[in-house]
């Protein structure tokens, strides 16, 4: 029994529901997520590992925990942690993440950093540690890879963000020289007021079909955020609340697929600079 619940949690891991697998990383962050998964475009702290440019324009330490519990099921849970370290030239970050259980999991461990070139523009690249293990004496392997990320500021109100994850295509097996697919990702945030921001991305990569996303925040006391988004293949609805509480940030969301159920996230955000 145990054998048949690996291959099919293999199945849905890189089959029908292969954008949800760490290889093909979504973006993080309760925030994000809320937001139909949008944030490669984003400026807050998970851009420290969705969109690494993003570090560029950051000038505090920052720690964030963020948890998922996809379709309700433990087994396809997921745990990230990202600390972030500024610089006198741009900042570093320690991205990890466990996705799976003790039968089926894939972690990634990730050591990123983001400079600015101007005031409105910013780079930045992170290596990859990916490791895949499966139980009952299927074994398991690792890998190495990287992702690169550009960042434009075109005005005080609109943000560019461009991502590629695995750009070399690191091979996965011998076999049918089967490898991992190159991710690209490419949005706008817009903040159309002091209290609402917009956001829309579109993710694609050679296997799969394009991705949009789309979401909005509203701020409706300095303290408290409200956030809904959508997104396409899969279909999906999502929303949340957000809470700043000095310099900790707690976000709340729940993202519904039409045929397998919710979703719900949690992170837990530090900022040393709020006060």
Not at 3 to 9: A, D, E, N, Q, S
Not at 105 to 123: D, H, I, Q
Not at 222 to 236: A, C, H
């Amino acid at each position: 029994m145990n054998k048949y619940l690996i291959l099919l949690f293999c199945f849905l891991a890189f089959g029908f529901l292969n954008t949800y697998a760490q290889k093909l990383p979504v973006n993080l962050g309760a925030q994000e997520a809320a937001m139909g998964g949008t944030g490669v475009a984003s400026n807050s702290f998970w851009s420290s590992t969705n969109n690494q440019a993003a570090l560029g324009f950051n000038t505090e330490f920052g720690a964030g925990f963020y948890y998922e519990n996809r379709f309700l099921t433990k087994e396809m849970s997921l745990n990230a942690l990202s600390v972030v370290m500024p610089t006198n030239k741009g900042s570093f970050v320690v991205n990890l993440s466990y996705f799976g259980y003790s039968q089926y999991n894939e972690k990634k461990v990730g050591l990123g950093y983001g400079m600015a070139l101007s005031e409105r523009f910013a780079v930045g690249v992170q290596m990859d540690y990916l490791h895949t293990a499966i139980g009952n004496n299927y074994g398991s392997q690792g890998l190495f890879t990287f992702e690169v990320g550009l960042m434009a500021k075109i005005n005080d109100d609109i943000n560019l963000g461009v991502h590629i994850f695995n750009p070399i295509k690191v091979k996965l097996n011998e076999y049918n020289d089967e490898r991992i697919p190159a991710l690209m990702k490419l949005g706008i945030q817009w903040s159309l007021a002091d209290n609402f921001i917009a956001a829309a991305e579109v993710q694609s990569d050679i296997n799969n079909p394009i991705v949009l996303r789309g979401g909005l925040e509203y701020r409706i006391k300095e303290i408290l955020y409200t956030r809904i988004g959508i997104s396409n293949n899969p279909s999906i609805f999502s929303f949340g609340v957000g809470l700043q509480m000095k310099s900790f940030r707690l976000d709340f969301s729940s993202s519904m697929h039409q045929v397998l159920g919710y979703s719900p996230q949690i992170s837990l955000i530090y900022n040393a600079g709020r006060k």
